[in-house]
């Protein structure tokens, strides 16, 4: 079956431009998580959404980061007014409904994004 | 919060032998699971195995074996007959158990590139 799926593949992009970025879970799965993963460094929570939760944003690094998730499935991430460490890898991860701290977390293959 | 080490940045090993990578964390948890993931050039994160803090014996995935030492908070992997295919970004991850904010999201080392040799 279909994992996640991760848009763009790539980006570039000048400093200062806002970035949108796809993640379309496996389908049925309903918590979606955000990671991002800096140059040579371990990934970093960013944010995650359960089902028609609240998201938890505990994890986003300034206010120009935003995530949402329409109708429970497909997620976007939007950095605004991006800047040079925003370079990094953004990973997507989705699980199935049930004891979220038992359900194994699929990822996606993520968008490089590159900020000129 | 939890916090995860793994402090070897890059690791080799000659085709067919064996290599362990090394992680360790720090929690005040008495439950919790641990996880190794591998994650290719294709930058996809794959799941190598996972391990109960609760269970004593350690997991054991084909080619794929832990140490689990809970009282030295010790989480290492051992790759037996290594492969080519085997070359890639290894990462140790933690995850609570109890319930918090963020669905139990996992917490991550650094990594480790492994490079094998033919």
């Known amino acids: 079956g279909a994992g996640v799926s991760q848009s763009p593949s790539n980006k570039v992009t000048e400093k200062g431009k806002d970035v949108e970025l796809r993640c379309d879970p496996i389908s049925g799965h309903t918590a979606l998580y955000w990671y991002r993963q800096s140059l040579g460094q371990g990934l970093e929570f960013l944010i995650y959404f359960q089902g028609n939760s609240a998201p938890d944003k505990s994890g986003l690094p300034s206010d120009r980061f935003s995530a949402e998730r329409t109708g429970g499935s497909v997620s976007t991430l939007t950095i605004q007014r991006t800047q040079q460490e925003d370079s990094a890898v953004y990973l997507c991860?989705?699980?199935?409904?049930?004891?979220?701290?038992?359900?194994?977390?699929?990822f996606g293959d993520g968008t490089r994004l590159s900020i000129l | 919060a939890q916090t995860v080490t793994q402090s070897q940045p890059e690791m080799s090993v000659q085709e067919a032998e064996t290599v362990t990578l090394s992680c360790t964390y720090d929690?005040?948890?008495?439950?919790?699971?641990l996880f190794w993931y591998k994650q290719p050039p294709s930058r996809q994160m794959i799941l190598v195995i996972r391990q109960e803090a609760y269970k004593q014996q350690n997991a054991t995935e084909n080619r794929f074996s832990v140490n689990f030492q809970k009282a030295a908070k010790s989480f290492s992997l051992k790759i037996s007959d290594s492969q080519l295919g085997d070359a890639a970004m290894y990462f140790c991850?933690?995850?609570?158990?109890?319930?918090?904010?963020?669905?139990?999201?996992?917490?991550f080392g650094g990594g480790t590139r492994l490079m094998v040799k033919p």
């Open positions: 991860a989705s699980s199935e409904w049930g004891d979220p701290r038992r359900q194994p977390q699929h």
């Open positions: 991850a933690y995850r609570s158990l109890w319930e918090n904010n963020a669905g139990n999201m996992l917490t």
């Open positions: 929690t005040s948890e008495s439950d919790y699971y």
